[in-house]
């Protein structure tokens, strides 16, 4: 079997697919996105491709250790990206050629299905609160929500208490037994981060993501002992030789990895064994498309340490296609109880509707990060 052919796919709201094609047939499926970047993730996956063509997909271990070290300058976040994709389709192909799913490759699930919690949004506490009742009714276990917004070095008092009123609400309106997960979003930095992750403390987070920046991470050793809620962090590390420092600093409760931006399941699979060495959670980011999702899947299957998983179904950023929309059968994500199971059909478990991808591409996306500014005309991390 050899690779013939990748092509991309830019397609709403905001994501970026590639399908890799061989002489026999066969065909895998990838999510090679870095958000805001599509165009620029599409260009490295044509220059990775150049090596591809004419090889075996099956060598996939081969394959990711040629894409990842034989360009001299390597890592990063459209680099990762773009080799994730890829690694992702490797996989669906080589499952395909089997008829199994990529779970069985890795050496078999050791559970069915994955706690899942959704996001909510909204920028007032009665919208948040409403969010988040719509989805406990939905049937989810737990939900996220963002900090805060834009917020200065140091800011005022009054910024945090619409933060907490905003929690607040939301665990009024859901009560004690549903998990939130309250992202900082690296919006804060560490004087606030400070006052925030103590404040919060009554409201028992599942989680606090990004209390900082990844680069900042060593402002952990100061903000991991104000609170008893786990910190969660690394969304924006993208190899096993990013989370290494993390991990072995010791501060940080969970890990997520995302499987479209850390280098694929090849490297997630990797990344997760390390942090189970550490006592360390996994929660895979996925904030993205249905390919994204099935992948993270895979990988949940497989890894001890996964207690949840991030998926999209309905949040603010898919207002023109959401997550099933691009699958023949959508069915495949059975969300039941605040789990999801895990796909049990060949390669990655899901059949993409070509014919769609292919008239949204006809549209494609210019998706960007807004671009926030303080009250004095400084740039705000979003």
Not at 59 to 65: A, C
Not at 298 to 309: E, L, M, T
Request: glycine letters at 10%.
């Amino acid at each position: 079997m050899k690779i013939t052919k990748l092509t991309t796919f830019v397609v709403p709201p905001r994501w970026l697919f590639v399908k890799v094609e061989t002489d026999e047939g066969i065909s895998g499926w990838g999510e090679p996105i870095v958000e805001g970047r599509a165009h620029t993730v599409a260009a490295a996956v044509e220059e990775l491709a150049d090596y591809l063509i004419g090889k075996d997909p099956r060598h996939v271990q081969d394959h990711w250790t040629v894409l990842y070290r034989g360009g001299f300058y390597r890592g990063g976040a459209v680099h990762m990206s773009a080799l994730a994709g890829i690694d992702q389709a490797l996989w669906d192909i080589k499952g395909r050629a089997l008829g199994v799913p990529v779970h069985e490759l890795l050496g078999g699930p050791l559970r069915e299905r994955i706690r899942v919690y959704s996001w909510i949004g909204g920028d007032r506490p009665a919208d948040t609160a409403a969010g988040a009742r719509a989805a406990v009714a939905r049937g989810f276990t737990a939900i996220k929500m963002n900090g805060s917004d834009e917020m200065q070095f140091v800011d005022s008092h009054a910024k945090v208490s619409r933060v907490l009123e905003n929690v607040a609400a939301v665990r009024d309106a859901v009560g004690p037994e549903i998990g939130i997960g309250v992202d900082f979003h690296g919006r804060v930095h560490k004087p606030m981060a400070k006052i925030l992750i103590k404040e919060l403390e009554p409201f028992k987070p599942m989680f606090i993501e990004e209390p900082v920046l990844s680069e900042h991470y060593e402002a952990l050793k100061e903000l991991a002992p104000l609170s008893s809620a786990p910190i969660a962090l690394g969304e924006r590390l993208y190899s096993r030789w990013d989370f290494k420092r993390i991990l072995s600093e010791g501060y940080v409760d969970i890990i997520q990895p995302d499987v479209s931006h850390a280098g694929g399941i090849t490297e997630v699979v990797k990344i997760a064994a390390m942090a189970e060495a550490y006592d360390v959670a996994l929660a895979l980011h996925c904030p993205l498309g249905p390919i994204a999702l099935a992948a993270c899947l895979q990988v949940d299957a497989v890894a001890y340490n996964a207690f949840i998983q991030e998926q999209s179904l309905g949040i603010h950023y898919n207002e023109r296609n959401d997550l099933l929309d691009y699958l023949s059968d959508p069915s495949v994500f059975a969300y039941r109880e605040g789990f999801v199971q895990i796909p049990q059909g060949p390669g990655l478990g899901i059949e993409i509707n070509e014919a769609y991808v292919r008239e949204q591409a006809a549209i494609g996306h210019r998706w960007r990060n807004p671009v926030w500014r303080h009250r004095d005309g400084s740039f705000a991390e979003w």
